[in-house]
């Protein structure tokens, strides 16, 4: 069995400087991972990549070639990797151990992973190939500065649990950058009726009762909560990883090594 992080979240949220961080933490640690390119456009890395979706198809290609602007350009080359699931990617695939931990740095562009089924089956395909995988949802820290874009933010991460049905982490990403911690640290743990206070003061009445349905969905479901992740603290890196661990269950099967001693000599 093989487990898998699917790094997704809006352009400029953080994903590739996440993937650099989690590399550089479980190499300081002596763990493995191998790092996956599948954005098309991607030009540089800060960490060593195993498999690059640009080997099959790049964004450059397909904006000369068929004169295609970015935006659909890269939903071509997204579906294009969708059309080789079965012979480029199984290829690649098949370098890995069964137990090998695979982390794809996912395009930025939001509807890939909200209505575009590519990614959807992209994750079938890995499923069936016997990965666990999770969803690994980043979203910029300081886009949550107030209640509006809070919201905004968790019904973008609600729509990609619907749309790829994984395991989810969503993780508040530049909490390094960030002023004041208070402000937010209040949306980790929000309650329906501060966020309806806070949403009826900002907005105008005739939102009243969206307003209300929003607030609720948050609070009952609890569907949508965010670890806070600031890359200064190897501690905070850690719990992140340890929480998508216990999502996929990596190193649960993981055999018990026991040391046998030789009986000792009269």
């Known amino acids: 069995m093989g487990y898998a992080q699917l790094v997704i979240g809006p352009a400029g949220s953080g994903k590739s400087t996440y993937c650099s961080s989690l590399y550089q933490h479980c190499e300081t640690v002596g763990r493995t991972i191998h790092m996956v390119n599948l954005d098309p456009a991607a030009e540089h890395f800060s960490y060593p990549v195993s498999t690059d979706i640009r080997e099959l198809i790049s964004l450059d290609d397909v904006m000369e070639e068929l004169g295609m602007g970015p935006n659909g350009g890269l939903i071509y080359c997204m579906e294009h990797l969708e059309d080789n699931l079965d012979d480029w990617l199984d290829e690649q695939l098949e370098g890995y151990l069964d137990d090998d931990y695979l982390v794809f740095d996912c395009p930025g562009q939001i509807e890939l992973f909200t209505h575009v089924p590519v990614l959807r089956n992209f994750v079938e395909h890995l499923k069936r190939k016997n990965f666990n995988v999770c969803a690994v949802y980043l979203l910029d820290s300081q886009f949550v500065s107030d209640v509006t874009k809070y919201i905004s933010g968790c019904m973008a991460s609600l729509s990609a649990m619907i749309q790829l049905e994984l395991p989810h982490i969503n993780i508040l990403s530049k909490m390094d950058l960030v002023s004041n911690k208070k402000d937010v640290e209040e949306y980790l743990n929000p ?76």
């Open 191 to 266: 309650e329906a009726q501060v966020l309806l206070s806070q949403l009826n003061r900002q907005m105008a009445p005739k939102f009243g009762k969206l307003n209300k349905s929003l607030a609720e969905l948050v609070d009952d479901y609890s569907m949508v909560n965010f670890i806070p992740l600031d890359l200064r603290k190897e501690s905070s890196i850690q719990y992140v990883l340890s929480n998508i661990d216990n999502c996929i269950q990596y190193g649960e099967d993981a055999d018990v090594k026991v040391r046998d001693f030789d009986p000792e000599e009269d």
